[in-house]
Nanobody, 124 residues
Framework: QVQLVESGGGLVQAGDSLRLSCAAS????????VGWFRQAPGKEREFVAA????????YYGDSVKGRFILSRADAANTVYLQMNSLKPEDTAVYYC?????????????????WGQGTQVTVSS
């Protein structure tokens, strides 16, 4: 049974940093495309970042490019989302997701496995 568990969310001030973690069981992240998405109240789920398996690359949404960094620790089977220079508009529930596909990685419907989400709140 596949399980993805996010952690690391919380309440921070604008300009602060936060690191989210996503730990997997039942699959190996180094053989999956891993994505981060977020959903703010009243808004659709938004693509944040994805690391494509087989070393194709790591991609970021325009709103977080240059501020967020996705990384992976294979020994721990965990992926991280380092979020720097946080803004109030980054407030959302953040989800990690995994899929075997190497295409459409910015599309949430492409992903088969999802975590439960972790809340990030950035105050101004």
């Amino acid at each position: 049974q596949v399980q993805l568990v996010e952690s690391g969310g919380g309440l921070v001030q604008a300009g602060d940093s936060l690191r989210l973690s996503c730990a997997a069981s039942g699959l190996a992240f180094n053989r999956y495309t891993v994505g981060w998405f977020r959903q703010a109240p009243g808004k659709e789920r938004e693509f944040v970042a994805a690391r494509i398996w087989s070393g194709i690359g790591t991609y970021y949404g325009d709103s977080v490019k240059g501020r967020f960094i996705l990384s992976r620790a294979d020994a721990a089977n965990t992926v991280y989302l380092q979020m720097n220079s946080l803004k109030p508009e980054d407030t959302a529930v953040y989800y990690c997701a995994a899929d075997r596909s190497r295409s459409n990685w910015a599309t949430e419907s492409e992903y088969d496995y999802w975590g439960q989400g972790t809340q990030v709140t950035v105050s101004s």
